[in-house]
């Protein structure tokens, strides 16, 4: 089962931000948080991760909590294309098999 | 251009076939996956394989088999045991803990 809460859908002004709220109170001190998003038919796409530090890159920002049981991925300035399922995922990668546990996701509609 | 890919992008299957679907990757990453998608679903892990001649069980192995022969390659072969293969199948490598997927191949009974 998954280990993380997200909501099912959520709406987005074009232009705007988009902001992802995800709920992992169980993670453990060596699980990193990761961030998928899978657009239709299409194998999911990586997007950020991190462990305690925020973090950015070219897609997204990643907000850890300071007691690392809530995050929130930032897509600064959504548009159209960015409408997809987007999934956050806790992963400890040292030594285990290595299975991404994906859960339902949240299914980000960006309207014109 | 680097990256996964799998072909075909849409593959029929006879009832008693075996097919066999394609992973191909040339990012130099060990680790290799497998992961089935059925509609509305998460992934579920079929086989992964950290290392070239080596390859472990995932949550939903049976009816399924792979070879790890060479680096760049980690064919699936869906068998006549898999009783429910219609699903999404999704390949995908890794250089230390960032998972990175193919297109995805789309499997259908006739």
């Known amino acids: 089962d998954a280990k993380t809460t997200q909501p099912p859908s959520m709406d987005c002004a074009e232009g705007r931000a988009a902001n992802l709220p995800c709920n992992h109170s169980t993670i453990s001190g060596n699980e990193y948080v990761y961030w998928y998003r899978q657009i239709h038919s299409q194998g999911p796409q990586y997007i950020i991760h991190g462990l305690k530090n925020n973090e950015t890159n070219e897609m997204a920002s990643l907000i850890i909590t300071e007691d690392r049981k809530s995050s929130t991925l930032i897509l600064p300035h959504a548009t159209l294309r960015d409408t997809a399922v987007y999934y956050c995922?806790?992963?400890?990668?040292?030594?285990?098999?290595?299975?991404?546990?994906f859960g339902k996701g949240t299914k980000l509609s960006v309207k014109p | 251009d680097g990256g996964i890919t799998q072909s075909p992008k849409y593959l029929f299957r006879k009832e008693g076939q075996n097919v066999t679907l394609s992973c191909e990757q040339n990012l130099n990453h060990d680790a290799m996956y497998w992961y089935r998608q059925d509609p509305g679903q998460g992934l579920r892990l079929i086989y992964y394989?950290?290392?070239?001649?080596?390859?472990q069980k995932g949550d939903i192995a049976e009816g399924y088999s792979v070879s790890r022969e060479k680096k760049e390659s980690f064919p699936l072969t869906v068998t006549s045991a898999q009783k429910n293969p219609t699903a999404f199948y999704l390949c995908?490598?890794?250089?230390?803990?960032?998972?990175?997927f193919g297109p995805g191949t789309r499997l259908l009974v006739l």
């Open positions: 394989s950290q290392i070239v001649n080596d390859f």
């Open positions: 995908a490598s890794s250089i230390e803990e960032t998972q990175y």
């Open positions: 995922i806790v992963f400890y990668y040292g030594g285990s098999q290595g299975n991404l546990i």
